[in-house]
């Protein structure tokens, strides 16, 4: 099969639309999916507890995806090696004694071990979807040859408003020291990831991937569907399918920093917002 191409972002910034046009476009996005249109196998190699305290080194990381893209395409069944089911079997044994949801059980297991061939056809397209894709792009770019990732931006003051705050609570103490605990969450601090994840992203995107890392902003693509979704499409390499259409694109939460107090974050945060969104605007 031909190199993957994954949908990262910030938890909540308008991904699934996203994966629903690749969908469209025949690309395979996974056997397991939620409404969200995430894929749970991802969810169940990547979005570990173990990790949300301690970062992995690159080898499980290495380790993780090389199950996870066998599983995509090849399937377990039949094929899995005695190495590689022990490593399914140490993911299931955390989830079981953790009471931290990921969004997917221990009993993913079961679905992995009897995953199959997807298609005979060397030349399928296939990817995922799943927006702790961005958490692990270094080592991703690095062990998955010809690798493309799209990353999907999201006005940083509409994050901070958000209810999804999973991702930021997940990852902020082992990849920026700066672990966020209890319920009491602010929006200050929900910021403060959006500024640092999306600045890793971008920062590490734009020099391991090159033409092959792909910026989409949620605000341009509402404003602009014909012209972004054109854009999505010249990066893919494929015609826009019948299918997909512009008044696909229903935001219902855009804006809602309108009705906020911006005068809690500080002019180093509201810097970095436009700092970032300029970024990205121009990638």
Request: charged share 20%; glycine share 6%.
């Amino acid at each position: 099969m031909i190199p993957p191409i994954a949908i990262g972002a910030v938890g909540g910034s308008g991904t699934r639309v996203i994966a629903d046009f690749l969908i469209k476009a025949g690309i395979h996005m996974g056997q397991e999916l939620n409404s969200a249109n995430d894929n749970l196998w991802f969810t169940f190699l990547f979005k570990r507890p173990r990790w949300f305290a301690s970062f992995p080194e690159a080898a499980e990381i290495h380790s993780a995806m090389a199950l996870f893209q066998k599983a995509s395409t090849v399937g377990l069944r039949g094929t899995i090696t005695a190495s590689e089911e022990a490593l399914l079997q140490q993911i299931a044994a955390e989830l079981r004694s953790t009471s931290r949801p990921i969004g997917i059980g221990a009993d993913c297991i079961e679905r992995l071990l009897a995953s199959q061939r997807v298609s005979a056809k060397p030349d399928e397209a296939w990817g995922w979807k799943e927006p702790n894709t961005q958490i692990f792009l270094p080592e991703l770019a690095r062990c998955v040859p010809g690798f493309r990732y799209i990353h999907v931006l999201r006005n940083g003051f509409d994050m901070a408003f958000s209810r999804n705050t999973q991702q930021a609570r997940n990852w902020s103490g082992s990849l920026f020291e700066s672990p966020l605990a209890g319920e009491a969450i602010s929006q200050e601090q929900i910021l403060d990831y959006w500024i640092a994840a999306n600045r890793r992203t971008l920062s590490q995107g734009q020099s391991l991937l090159g033409s092959r890392f792909f910026v989409l902003c949620y605000e341009a693509l509402c404003d602009h569907p014909e012209r972004e979704i054109q854009r999505l499409f010249d990066f893919l390499d494929r015609p826009i399918p019948k299918t997909v259409h512009p008044d696909q694109i229903k935001p219902r939460s855009r804006g809602r920093y309108l009705e906020q107090d911006l005068s809690r974050f500080t002019p180093a945060q509201k810097d970095a917002v436009a700092e970032i969104m300029t970024a990205a605007e121009t990638s």
